[in-house]
């Protein structure tokens, strides 16, 4: 067997789980059962109301609640993520339906479970960490926004207008309402929200969700509520799994949609682990794993008309409250739902939609975290922009578009923040100069030589202010750059040097160099900067002291400076001198 089939294997084994991970499910059975439970009958709305929501209707979100939800648990690098359909996964799945159809969405979702599998392989889970915590935040609250907007048609009992727009859609309802006001439905949908928001405060250990929304159904059956539209009918079981929705002439062009599925699912989902982690302790998810997980999660929905599915933070976060601490909650929260899906189909079916509506803008409500907004808007203007400006994007365009907005617009900020730290500052060499030199040697060598030290790093978002700083050295012989205190260089930053040294070297100043760091040193090397820090003396050096020495001994050879007189080495060891350190020296 080739090295490369080697590797390939190996890297298959450390995504699959291992007796480890599964060992867990047996050491407090009794807790995950009923955390399961628990999480179960928060999810049944959810996954109803996402279904909906998403355009495939509540039987999809049920089916990816128990098929994604049971395989994201088994293969997943969380002991304590829960998967399912999510408002966020909706927002972006609903312009898909639109366009594409039921067909389009369910082969995005394959195509996406694949794309996961894809990056879990390669080992893409780690750089979830350089997100920026003011991208995630912003992100959070324009999902929150537009989930709470894509329920208004249903909360006003109107028919949903035609639109892809979140804004331009929730606009036309409000017209369509006002025109001919549901007064029933908007009543069902304000009281479920009221009740969920009241009860969660009261007592947050109750599922006020369920309880609103049985509430809600016995009200319009009772009362004969026709103006309260139900769910519909729903089939009694999952379908059979089928690949007849799959056109493969139509794959390229359901590409790009399926890329901007991938990137949410992995960017959703190892949130969520994250702040699994964050909750407990003891726990640390895998995130490659955790790709893989949610990787054949979406690649087995679709077959079961299923829509893609990520990692839900709130329903991992009634899972680790309510005790859960291995992956059997998860599979329980699944199985449950199966058994509600065979058993209470009819049941279901006579939810009104109102009601569902309600659930989801009070879930959009309670994902806004009025205090770490506030504080990450305190933090820096900078975080505060980026925070608006991902949020805006993502009700105006779409969540990976957001995301990509939220990260250019703060690695813009971030790298403007470094850039400023470069600092040229003329120092002294009075502390670099022995007592070797007489008065006068030491006037005309501080006549004669200038030197600069360069602080922070080297780079092309700090390389022009350089340049010009530099540029602007007073007329003098010789010019030493410590370098030692450059935290970074790249050939942007190197080219810009060797441009101001050119432009010295012209006026018929010498530049040299002393404290190169040896990785910086190629860099400078492979744009020729660092032949011209050498040209005059044929080297560069480790210390300033020695640098001023090479600048003494070429101004004598100029003529500027007398020669030195000799000094014997005793005489030598005990003339007073500075103290140099290293890094002072350099």
Not at 5 to 22: E, I, K, N, Q
Not at 196 to 214: D, E
Not at 286 to 312: M, S
Not at 524 to 542: I, K
């Amino acid at each position: 067997m080739s090295s490369l089939a080697v590797r390939a294997r190996a890297r298959v084994r450390s995504v699959l789980p291992t007796r480890a991970d599964l060992a867990g499910m047996g050491r407090s059975p009794r807790r995950d059962l009923l955390a399961g439970l628990t999480v179960a009958i928060v999810a049944l709305p959810l996954a109803l109301g996402f279904g909906v929501s998403s355009g495939l209707g509540a039987e999809a979100g049920l089916a990816t609640a128990v098929v994604a939800g049971a395989l994201a648990a088994i293969f997943g690098g969380s002991n304590l993520q829960v998967s399912g359909p999510t408002g966020a996964m909706t927002v972006v799945l609903v312009p898909i339906v639109a366009r594409y159809g039921p067909g389009g969405v369910l082969t995005v979702g394959l195509l996406a479970g694949l794309m996961l599998i894809t990056l879990a392989l390669a080992r893409a889970g780690r750089y979830m960490q350089y997100v920026p915590a003011p991208v995630v935040e912003g992100f959070t609250l324009g999902i929150a926004c537009v989930i709470g907007l894509q329920q208004v048609p249903n909360a006003l009992g109107v028919a949903k207008p035609e639109g892809d727009k979140v804004l331009v859609v929730t606009w036309r309802a409000v017209e369509a309402f006002a025109e001919e006001p549901n007064w029933t439905a908007a009543g069902l949908a304000a009281a479920v929200a009221a009740l969920m928001l009241i009860g969660a405060r009261w007592r947050p250990a109750i599922p006020f969700s369920v309880l609103a929304v049985i509430g809600a159904t016995v009200v319009a059956q009772l009362c004969h509520l026709d103006a309260a539209r139900p769910i519909g009918d729903l089939p009694a079981g999952l379908p059979a799994p089928s690949p007849a929705f799959l056109d493969l002439g139509a794959l390229g062009s359901l590409l790009a949609p399926a890329v901007a599925v991938a990137a949410l699912a992995a960017l959703e989902s190892l949130l969520s682990a994250s702040v699994a982690d964050g909750m407990t302790v003891g726990q640390k998810h895998d995130p490659d794993k955790e790709l893989f997980g949610q990787g054949i999660a979406n690649l087995a929905a679709p077959l079961f008309g299923g829509v893609p599915a990520t990692g839900a933070i709130a329903r991992t976060a009634v899972n680790v409250r309510t005790g859960a601490s291995s992956r059997l909650a998860a599979l329980t929260h699944a199985a449950v739902l199966a058994v509600i899906v065979f058993a209470a189909a009819p049941l279901v079916s006579r939810i009104p939609l109102a009601a569902l509506a309600g659930v989801l803008i009070a879930t959009a409500i309670r994902m806004v975290e009025v205090g770490s907004l506030r504080a990450m808007a305190r933090a820096t203007r900078s975080d505060g922009l980026v925070l608006i400006l991902t949020a805006v994007a993502t009700v105006a365009l779409d969540l990976v578009y957001a995301v990509i907005v939220g990260l250019l617009v703060a690695g813009a900020l971030a790298l403007r923040a470094v850039a400023k730290q470069v600092r040229l500052d003329q120092v002294p060499l009075k502390a670099d100069l022995t007592g070797d030199h007489s008065a006068e040697e030491h006037a005309l060598l501080t006549e004669h030589i200038v030197a600069y030290r360069i602080d922070g790093p080297l780079f092309f978002a700090a390389a022009h202010r350089f340049l010009l700083e530099l540029s602007e050295v007073a007329d003098v012989r010789v010019v030493i750059l410590r370098m030692s205190r450059v935290t970074t260089m790249d050939a942007t930053g190197a080219l810009v040097l060797k441009d101001a040294v050119t432009k010295l070297n012209r006026r018929g100043i010498t530049v040299l160099a002393s404290g190169i760091r040896p990785g910086q040193r190629h860099v400078l090397d492979s744009v020729g900067a660092l032949g011209l820090l050498r040209a005059a003396t044929g080297d560069d050096y480790a210390g300033t002291p020695e640098a001023i020495a090479a600048a003494r001994s070429h101004l004598h050879g100029a003529g500027v400076l007398p020669p030195a007189p000799a000094v014997p080495a005793r005489a030598r060891s005990h003339a007073p001198a500075a103290v140099i350190t290293e890094e002072s020296s350099r």
